[in-house]
């Protein structure tokens, strides 16, 4: 057996994935609602704004992409993302 796996076991069992209960998952769901969303739309709103920045000094492909193609897939992830965390936070 390799370390590895003896430590994703100890992990495993220190959590007791298997007694995941209702209340745990809320809390989680809560929590993405809450922060982690915020984190991961902080990172893409990062991303966006370095890819503008170089989309002028880019030329043909690189620069359809930096100015268009990068940020509307993130705008668009994000709000795919929005929209399910809040149908899974209301349920």
Known sequence: MS???EIRDSIV???KVEEVGK???????E???MEGVAFIQ?????????????APTETGWCKIRDA???PVAL?????????????AANE
């Open 68 to 70: 268009i193609i990068i």
């Open 75 to 87: 705008n668009i992830g994000m709000a795919i993302l929005k929209l399910v965390i809040e149908k």
């Open 23 to 29: 209340d745990l998952k809320d809390r989680f769901v």
């Open 31 to 33: 929590w993405l609602e």
């Open 42 to 54: 902080a990172f893409a709103d990062s991303i966006i704004a370095e890819c503008k920045a170089d």
């Open 3 to 5: 370390k590895w796996v």
């Open 13 to 15: 069992e220190a959590l």
